[in-house]
């Protein structure tokens, strides 16, 4: 691994035994105040009688200290050193061990083999921390009516969050779980040197986790439910053909339409209610204004207003009694 040195010339290095007050001038000058005191910057001090002497002001002494950065070659060696590199590598300049390798593994890929040390320890680190507590919750401080969030010294303690995992496999399981013991076993004398690597470690684990599942499966992402005996989240795909199940990917709103237009095409309901639809038995007594289908209890309802045949048949009646009434008076009269 090569790099390249950098220089940085920008700040002059300082040392404990250069001059911090070297390049700057200091003048002295005789005035006759009467007063018999001498003026430095702000202070007074006692003199003899006749002189005053003025002294430039003095800059803080500034010492710089220029660290190098920490842990440099681990930090550009976890970024740019994976695991695909180094298939890479032995491509390029091995490549019989590459074809050895595809040959001994069935469907060889590196994405899917942890055959580097640094594979393999980054992928226990993994484990082990899904064991562990995050940071420290903040505790709410208030003052007045604003809130506060207070971080303490103590950042690791067990008061942190729960370790919460996501587990996915395909497209059957997606939930979250709480990992409740991990036993990690190692094969006795399978230790690699690793000469090139980071030095003599085991390259064959056997994990064992048990876990408990936290809510239901979908395949968008999690259920936040919990899962009774009348629940169907059990599985991630369940919600593909079972409607009962909770979705959560939009993957049938598309036929829904399809297939609720045919209906309607059919029973010939339509959705504008200007244009009523009339068939063997002439128009309807009201007015529908709204038309629906329930796919669920496949039935068709909606809205429909009877206030202008009511209005209309009231002022009939009105108009009649009306009439009957002045026939009555016109026979009262005659007769």
Known sequence: MLFRSVSQSRYPPYSEESNPLEGRHFTEGEEDTGTGTTVNSGTTK???????????????????????????????????????????????????????????????????????????????????????????????????????????????????????????????????????????????????????GIGVQPMIADVSISFNFIGGHGLAGPVAKLQNALSFNYYANTEIYDERADSTEDATSQYDAEILADIKNQLGIQDDPNKQRTNDAGDTIGIIKTNDYDLTTQKAYGTISYQEIMKKMADDNKAYADAVIRNLEKINEKF
């Open 46 to 196: 006692t003199e003899p009688g006749g002189y005053t002497t003025i002294r430039q002001k003095q800059d803080p002494i500034v010492k710089r200290t220029v660290k190098p950065r920490a842990d440099l070659t681990k930090r550009l060696a976890r970024k740019l050193l994976t695991e695909c590199n180094y298939f890479e590598l032995v491509k390029q300049r091995d490549p019989m061990l590459y074809d050895g390798l595809k040959s001994k593994l069935k469907h060889f890929h590196p994405v899917f083999h942890s055959i580097t040390p640094e594979g393999l320890n980054a992928r226990l680190t993994f484990l082990q921390q899904c064991m562990r507590p995050g940071d420290t919750i903040p505790t709410v401080s208030k003052d007045g009516e604003n809130f506060t969030l207070v971080y303490n010294d103590v950042t690791n303690s067990v008061f942190g969050a729960p370790p919460v995992c996501v587990l996915r496999i395909g497209d059957f399981f997606h939930t979250k779980i709480v990992i409740d013991s991990l036993s990690i076993k190692y094969e006795d004398g399978r230790f690699d040197i690793n000469p090139e």
